[in-house]
């Protein structure tokens, strides 16, 4: 967990999740639900064994004869049951049980103490589950997480060498060994990462988090050059700038709009090589360079949808203003409306006031756009997940009409990062779509 992306990602999941084989769902024309099995259970053991996550589950289930221990929410009654799938038509059902989390003995945390790290400089009072440094391999194939290694045992690599081919999330950052000391990384170096995942076949989707004076310039060239030689394993690069908050220690500095211009301009030179070579551009710059190098213009100077290929970066934060603003122009030309009038204001940040402008432009009319100011993270952050309640309850307190805020502010339960609920909102505020498309109709059926 390195980019602020990724913080806003993993803070638009669930507040918590139990760690533990809680069952989420059970099939009701399952052989588990005849048994006994109903959602909401907890196993505590197949076969004897205490089972650490879903993969292990899964070889339990090949095995093709289950005795599985478990409890019933609010009884610490231990119940048994035992399945034969041989004896019940000899078909493994792996489709019949979804478990609440693919882990059940725990996430892993990092070992790493790097001087930029986002969670570690966030203010007391947020969401418990926000302060977890995960590193965890299995929440990178199933959630796409981005890792280090920095905890990996003998049994982990035993473990993924079993489950291979499979694709993991790699935080690069960078690869000389002082480099990464003085980034606080302690994680094995990417050298060896590499060349055992290339005999495992493992492929990754890497990221490097730029910190001026630390990773930038000649590391930068020399960590792309390594990871562009290795793209027999290296699936795609994100180069993203570092997340920089008011609780972030003064030796970490944002990018500056010159770096970020040099650092585009490097970045998209080297993607037009490998596309010629490689016939993918395998690495991309995130949208906030963009806005760091040309600030105000920077929708004017982003790539086109086709440069993006599969957006297989978009979590990253990689083609999502361009994702956004496609989807919207085709929802509005599929549907052939005249200009829209809305009356309403939406609130949101620096970066996506410019989208918006541009996006609006003869296709709706009215619409208010007003900067929210994110004082709990400080002024210099301006992506949008990152906006807090109350800073948006403020913002809509001082308007007198509808309100609007797109919705990758809010996690699954209607959460902010401050704790406060949508529930909470004022009246006139509401919650909008975050996709293109989307968001185009909410707009549409409001006119
Ligand atoms: S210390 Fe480094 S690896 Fe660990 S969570 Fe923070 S940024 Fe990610």
């Not at 590391?219 to 972030?248: M, N």
Request: glycine residues 6%; contains cysteine; charged residues 30%.
């Amino acid at each position: 967990m390195c980019s602020c992306y990724e913080f806003a990602n993993k803070a638009r999941k669930r507040e918590s999740v139990d760690m533990e084989a809680r069952i989420a769902y059970v099939r009701e024309d399952s052989i588990f639900y005849r048994k006994g099995l109903r959602d909401g259970d907890v196993i505590v053991r197949v076969n004897g064994h205490e089972l650490k996550d879903i993969f292990e589950w899964r070889q339990e289930l090949d095995l093709g004869w289950l005795e599985i221990e478990f409890f019933r929410a609010g009884s610490d009654e231990i119940r048994k049951i035992e399945i034969d799938f041989w004896s019940d038509g000899g078909m493994i059902d792996y489709s019949a049980i979804y478990f609440e989390s693919p882990i059940f003995d725990g996430v892993r945390t990092c070992r790493n103490n790097c001087i930029f790290c986002f969670i570690k400089g966030l203010p007391r009072g947020l969401r418990k589950s926000l302060y977890i440094r995960d590193d965890d391999w299995r929440m990178s194939v199933f959630e796409g997480s981005y890792i280090t290694f920095s905890n990996f045992t003998d049994e982990d690599w035993h473990r993924l060498e079993a489950l291979a081919p499979l694709e993991l999330y790699y935080s690069v950052h960078a690869i000389s060994d002082d480099v990464r000391r003085a980034m606080g990384i302690n994680a094995p170096s990417p050298l060896k990462v590499i060349e055992r995942l290339r005999r495992m076949g493992i492929e990754v989707h890497t990221q490097i988090v730029v910190v001026p004076g630390f990773n930038d310039e000649d590391e930068l060239k020399r960590s792309l050059d390594f990871l562009v030689k290795s793209r027999d394993v290296v699936k795609s690069i994100a180069v993203v700038p570092v997340g920089v908050t008011k609780y972030t220690p003064g030796e970490v500095k944002k990018p500056s709009r010159k770096q970020a211009e040099k650092i585009l301009s490097y970045v998209e030179s080297l993607s037009r090589d490998c596309l010629k070579e490689f016939a993918t551009r395998l690495v991309w710059p995130s949208d906030e360079w963009y806005w760091i190098a040309y600030q105000r213009s920077w929708i004017k100077e982003l790539p086109s949808y086709e440069f993006y290929e599969e957006f297989v970066q978009l979590e990253n934060g990689v083609g999502k203003a361009r994702k956004f603003i496609e989807e919207f122009e085709e929802a509005w030309r599929e549907d052939g409306k005249p200009e829209l009038k809305i009356d309403a204001t939406i609130l949101t940040t620096e970066m996506n006031k410019e989208l918006f402008s541009e996006i609006f432009n003869g296709v709706v009319d009215g619409v208010r756009l007003k900067v929210v100011e994110n004082s709990f993270f400080g002024l210099s952050v301006d992506v949008a997940p990152l906006l807090v309640g109350e800073d948006l309850f403020r913002a809509a307190g001082e308007e007198k009409g509808l309100c609007l805020f797109t919705e990758e502010a809010l996690n699954e339960e209607g959460l902010f990062l401050d704790g406060l609920s949508i529930q909470d909102a004022p009246s006139n505020l509401v919650v909008a779509p975050a996709q293109g498309a989307e968001f185009y109709k909410f707009l549409r059926d409001l006119d």
